[in-house]
């Protein structure tokens, strides 16, 4: 059977594929992220060394990396592998240590 142009397709991708190596690793320049901003955020948000945090769609894991000096524990969470790979780059050269990545 064969389906309408204007048919809406949810398996089909629209806009930035984060899954994609080239966008994930251009993300954070497009993004405008930046960890003095996340950590003031956090320290506003009142985090403290017994919390835990997560950051859902977590994407580069520049907060969740703020958060992991800061607080008990930091997860980030993220769909896309390619994201979480930086993520994770991110978390071990920043020594990062409670940040952890699912």
Same mark, same amino acid.
């Given at each position: 059977? /064969?389906? @309408?142009?204007? =048919? =809406?397709?949810? /398996?089909?991708?629209?806009?930035?594929?984060?899954?994609?190596?080239? /966008?994930?690793?251009? =993300?954070?320049?497009? /993004?405008?992220?930046? *960890?003095?901003a996340d950590r003031a955020?956090?320290?506003?948000? !009142?985090?403290?060394?017994?919390?835990?945090?997560?950051?859902? !769609?977590? !994407?580069?894991?520049?907060?969740v990396c703020e958060a992991?000096?800061?607080?008990?524990? *930091?997860?980030?969470?993220?769909?896309?592998? *390619?994201?979480?790979?930086?993520?994770?780059?991110?978390? @071990?050269?920043?020594?990062? !240590?409670?940040?952890?990545?699912?």
């Amino acid at each position: 059977m /064969q389906t @309408a142009d204007w =048919y =809406y397709d949810d /398996q089909r991708q629209i806009g930035l594929d984060f899954a994609d190596e080239a /966008q994930a690793e251009t =993300y954070d320049a497009r /993004q405008g992220g930046n *960890a003095e901003a996340d950590r003031a955020l956090l320290r506003r948000l !009142g985090l403290k060394p017994h919390h835990v945090m997560a950051d859902i !769609g977590c !994407g580069t894991g520049i907060l969740v990396c703020e958060a992991a000096f800061l607080a008990q524990e *930091a997860i980030g969470i993220d769909i896309s592998p *390619a994201m979480l790979a930086r993520a994770h780059d991110r978390a @071990a050269e920043l020594r990062a !240590g409670r940040a952890r990545f699912i």
